[in-house]
């Protein structure tokens, strides 16, 4: 067997310290929540420092499976995972003969599509990426659980990465859940994301909001501006507590830090208005229940905060709602190759749009939820009236035309609703409302619906290719059909034969 090759090691980033093997896995969680598709990670240390024990820790973590059979592959040299997020590949150099024989096991064609996690790198170390996550786990006494952990990388953002899961164990310490596993829960179609936080007394769900000053590029805050997406996550504490004030079911909110974007929350469960892939037609009526509920009051355009403050909502502006339809232009048009956008395009789009939100000018406005659609809509086994439904994804809540979320309801973005089921739903919504509105105004309301529903899959049909080829997410691809379908649908409603016109080109 070859002596080990060490190499100098880029600035360190920081050190840690854990007293226990209890400890040193609960690192190895904060480290896998920050792991992306084309880490390494290089574990070093002597042996019986702990490198075994912190690599089986991390990839059940990843698996999301505490029972999941982590073999050592010192004799295979690498061991492969399928996980939900990504792949990873677990190498041992311990018995490598010689260093370039790395690149037999492959390691940057693994890296193509999953993360690697490295025991004794020293092995090979000049054959290893440059800008990998080094971890060097030592002894610093006698105490024969206590160990070191020092964090080394050339690569800039990955200071901030284990500064960010350091913030969050501490965070979870402060609300009395220094010990509690850390699961990836999802990533939604924004830059949050979401983790399970699990001890004996159950699970919660945090919420991990990146919007921070220097947290986004400074084009996707603009964009988020232009649209009135929320950039706090003071946004997710009002809107919610004024639900749950007005008796719906949004999250209880458990702790908060708002400075470092920081929300855990009550925990409502995974099950959905979707069953088995599938519309479930009673627990879409007891959605619409819930708009009907919500549309039949008056909400405020301002809301106090636990800690002082008032968070205002922002206006639905007829700006925001064409700039949201401009991402069919920027993205799903090219995606087509049939029509060259240009400012000429650009100009017609946005005076087409102007004059439809026009003719819907006086239609009933209220708190829009946005994304008022099965999976934010999850199913309460147990609980009556509209409580059956909690209420997720709330941070981008704006005053506007309250038909978008009928819309988003009734023509969902991620199951096909057939039009037997959206006639149904939408007279449901109509009968409740009739009765619970006095003025509600039935043909105002039928044609801000078709505005709105050609709105949103306008601008999902961007978003989704925008997912596809800018962030990597080729899944969203797969609902382009429907969403197409739909938008055909609705340009069959009365009204809408200007946008059907225009539309025509990207369509044939």
């Known amino acids: ?28 969680e904060d480290v896998a ?5 084309g880490d390494v990670v290089c574990l070093s240390g002597d042996l019986g420092a702990g490198k075994s024990t912190f690599a089986r820790a991390l990839i059940r973590a990843l698996a999301d499976d505490e029972l999941l059979e982590v073999p050592s592959p010192t004799f295979t040299l690498v061991q492969s995972y399928e996980l939900p997020r990504f792949d990873l590949a677990h190498l041992d150099l311990y018995r490598l003969e010689e260093p370039d024989e790395i690149e037999e096991l492959g390691l940057a064609d693994l890296l193509q599509t999953g993360a690697a996690l490295i025991e004794w790198p020293e092995m090979a170390s000049e054959f290893l990426p440059q800008d ?10 006698a105490d024969a659980g206590r160990r070191q952990f020092d964090f080394y990388s ?3 953002d990955w200071q901030g990465r284990i500064a960010r899961t350091q913030d969050t164990r501490s965070f979870l310490r402060t609300a009395g859940l220094g010990n509690a596993g850390r699961r990836f829960l999802a990533g939604d179609a924004s830059l949050r994301t979401f983790e399970s936080i699990a001890d004996a007394d159950g699970r919660r769900v945090l919420m991990q ?20 997406l929320a950039e706090d996550c003071r946004s997710v504490l009002a809107i919610g507590m004024e639900l749950r004030k007005r008796g719906l079911r949004a999250p209880e909110t458990i702790a908060a830090d708002p400075e470092k974007g920081l929300v855990l929350l009550e925990d409502l469960g995974r099950e959905t208005i979707v069953v088995d892939g599938k519309p479930n037609p009673e627990r879409y009526e007891v959605a619409v229940d819930v708009l009907a509920t919500m549309h039949s009051q008056t909400w405020p355009d301002a809301v106090d905060l636990p800690e002082g403050g008032r968070y205002a909502l922002q206006p639905y502006s007829d700006s925001a709602l064409i700039a949201e339809a ?9 995606e087509t190759g049939k029509v060259s956008v240009d400012a000429a395009l650009r100009k017609d789009f946005e005076v087409l749009w102007q004059e439809a939100l026009n003719g819907m000018a006086d239609a009933q406005r209220g708190w829009v939820l946005r994304d008022f659609h099965s999976p934010n809509l999850l199913w309460q086994q147990g609980a009556e009236g509209t409580d059956r439904i909690g209420l997720i994804d709330l941070q981008d809540t704006v005053i506007g035309p309250v038909a978008y ?11 096909d609703i057939g039009v037997e089921l959206e006639t149904r739903l939408y007279d449901a919504y109509v009968r409740q409302m009739e009765t619970l509105l006095p003025g509600f105004d039935r043909q105002g309301f039928s044609r801000a619906y078709s505005v709105m529903a050609a709105q949103r899959i306008t601008k999902i049909l961007g978003i989704f290719v925008r997912l596809a080829r800018r962030d990597g ?7 382009l059909p429907r969403m197409l379908g739909y938008l055909d649908r609705v340009f069959e409603r009365p009204g809408m034969s200007e946008l059907k016109d225009w539309y025509g080109q990207f369509r044939h």
């Not at 929540?33 to 598709?37: E, F, S, V, W």
């Not at 990998?132 to 006494?141: E, F, G, K, R, Y």
């Not at 909001?209 to 009135?228: L, S």
């Not at 997410?473 to 609902?479: A, D, E, T, V």
């Open 154 to 156: 050339s690569r800039e």
């Open 132 to 141: 990998a996550l080094w971890v060097q786990i030592s002894q610093p006494d």
């Open 33 to 37: 929540m920050i792991l992306n598709a």
């Open 326 to 334: 401009s991402l069919f232009l920027d993205w799903y048009v090219p």
């Open 405 to 415: 979320d009928v819309a988003s309801l009734l023509l969902d973005a991620r199951t």
């Open 473 to 479: 997410k080729p899944s969203y691809l797969s609902h």
């Open 209 to 228: 909001w990146p919007f921070r000053e220097g947290g986004v590029p400074e084009n996707v805050r603009a964009y988020m501006k232009a649209v009135h």
């Open 1 to 28: 067997m070859a002596e080990h090759r060490l190499r100098e090691l880029p600035a360190s980033i920081l050190r840690l310290e854990t007293k226990d093997e209890a400890e040193t896995r609960l690192l190895a």
